[in-house]
């Protein structure tokens, strides 16, 4: 290795300048243990996230779902591989930046895809553009090198940049932002073109890396000035005055909520801000020993990578509940309820106090199911807990007791012959509850006959709803009778009968 080739990696990557000045920090619950001196963080199409360990020349694969390492140690085949991109194609594209190569690996399998692509300046960051190619940055030659996915060669010429471009990231009107390290800018490229639009935008000390909200605009990260400066990409104009952060922000990334976040080398912790605003919101997060860089997983948690400590933290935060439906179900329980809200992931779930069974979140952590136990009747808090938290919807689920089953008769509209009875000038029905046996007062019963309505009458004490028929007696008599219905209730079940003229 040549003595050029060093320097160069101790300036991208600062490791011992680093370590002599940062007394490491407790690190946030969970951190998940990698390889030594992680750098690059990056999420695979199923969701896993990739690490690179640019101190071990190697990565680690951590499951998301569950935050535990899957696969140790991938050897990628390059010397201190660093900020590294996934393509759509599935390929992790990752810049060795003292072995001065990309190396292609296929994430399905975990496995090299051919030989490493020589790329010589000391590849530092990459990026995936619109046409599906990965942009990398080249910190000691200044220039971005554009590397084909369909065919993993490097095409056209390199793109000039500022000074000691490292960071990268595609804007939605499909230009790519490059923070220059040494030169204090941000160089703008037409991604469409290759070619560099308009001149560098003057930004903070020591730009390192750039990130995109939802807004379009670019956030981007000042190790030296400790802040982030706003660029508008409609205009590639400044916003405002740069926002201050925590020391020595080497990270940014920007969440599915709109808030960024940056991984703060300096002070191992991590600040929240809001872009809606473009104020930094609560307290810095501690992490673990000198972060590096930080990355949003679509389901919300943030992971930073922890270069001195060679762990990544995973941070999630506390869940919000929005609605539950259906909102009621039997006291027996085995009501298969959906929750929406944020930050779900790895939620349990307790209705009542009792905990729910069959609990499962989507990919995004906004909405999950889960079976109701059984409870007691009347409202009951529903609680949902993750590692980042609990929060209720109190009184969101109410318990209610089985409705009963129900019979109703009803009898003839004239007379029944055996043994002889006259019913007329009435029609009668009774309503009976067949959980208890008993006559169900005060529901009302409904007297139709064809599809003409006769009228409606209440149950008395003995469970018998009486109409008089003296005058729709001709209509009922043209029928051939009448029908007796009940529609029922949340405590009944509904319940009809048909009568003739004369019953046997």
């Not at 619950?29 to 969701?47: E, Q, S, Y």
């Not at 509209?413 to 208890?436: E, I, W």
């Amino acid at each position: 290795m040549s003595t050029d080739v060093q320097t160069a990696a101790a300036e991208l990557l600062q490791l011992t300048a680093a370590s002599s000045q940062v007394a490491a920090a407790a690190p946030a619950d969970p951190t998940i243990p990698v390889g030594t001196n992680p750098v690059g963080l990056a999420f695979t199409p199923t969701g896993d996230l990739y690490v690179t360990n640019s101190g071990s020349n190697s990565l680690t694969v951590i499951n998301t779902s569950t935050d535990t390492v899957t696969v140790p140690s991938i050897p990628e085949g390059g010397t201190t591989p660093v900020w590294l991109s996934i393509a759509p194609n599935g390929n992790a594209y990752i810049p060795n930046n003292v072995s001065n190569s990309v190396s292609v690996i296929n994430t399905a399998t975990n496995t090299a895809v051919g030989s490493p692509i020589l790329l010589s300046g000391g590849p530092a960051g990459s990026a995936v553009v619109p046409s599906g190619n990965v942009y990398v940055s080249q910190f000691t030659a200044n220039s971005v090198s554009v590397i084909d996915t369909s065919t993993n060669s490097v095409v056209g010429a390199a793109i000039p940049t500022g000074s000691g471009p490292v960071g990268i990231a595609v804007a939605p009107n499909g230009n790519a932002y490059v923070a220059n390290r040494n030169a204090n800018t941000v160089t703008v490229i037409n991604t469409a073109t290759n070619t560099v639009v308009g001149g560098p935008i003057p930004v903070g000390s020591q730009p390192n890396y750039v990130a995109i909200a939802s807004n379009g605009r670019a956030y981007v990260a000042n190790i030296g000035s400790n802040d982030v400066t706003v660029i508008d990409t409609a205009t590639n104009m400044v916003v405002g005055s740069p926002i201050p952060v925590g020391t020595n922000p080497w990270g940014i990334a920007v969440g599915p909520n709109g808030n960024a976040y940056t991984a703060n080398r300096g002070s191992n912790n991590v600040s929240v801000i809001d872009t809606a605003t473009n104020t930094v919101v609560g307290s810095p997060i501690p992490v673990g020993s000198q972060p590096i860089t930080v990355a949003v997983a679509p389901n919300g948690k943030v992971y930073v990578a922890n270069i001195a400590s060679a762990n990544v933290s995973a941070i999630q935060f506390a869940p919000t509940l929005t609605s539950i439906s259906p909102t009621q179900g039997p006291t027996a329980g085995g009501t298969v309820v959906t929750v929406t809200g944020t930050n779900l992931t790895g939620a349990t779930v307790t209705v009542g106090g009792n905990p729910a069974t069959a609990v499962t979140v989507n990919a995004t952590g906004t909405q999950l199911t889960a079976t109701t136990p059984p409870g007691a009747a009347g409202p009951a808090t529903v609680t949902v807990t993750t590692p980042g938290g609990s929060a209720s919807l109190v009184g969101g689920f109410t318990y209610v007791e089985p409705a009963h089953a129900t019979s109703l008769s009803a009898t003839p509209a004239l007379t029944r012959l055996f043994p002889p009875q006259v019913y007329y000038p009435f029609l009668y029905a009774t309503l009976t509850d067949l959980v208890t046996g008993l006559p169900v007062p005060g529901q009302t019963i409904t007297f139709k006959t064809g599809n003409q309505t006769l009228g409606t009458a209440v149950t008395n004490a003995q469970g018998t709803a009486q109409l008089s028929e003296a005058i729709t007696f001709p209509l009922i008599l043209a029928n051939g009778g009448y029908t007796a219905s009940f529609a029922g209730t949340p405590a009944l079940l509904p319940a009809a009968a048909n009568a003739g003229v004369i019953a046997p």
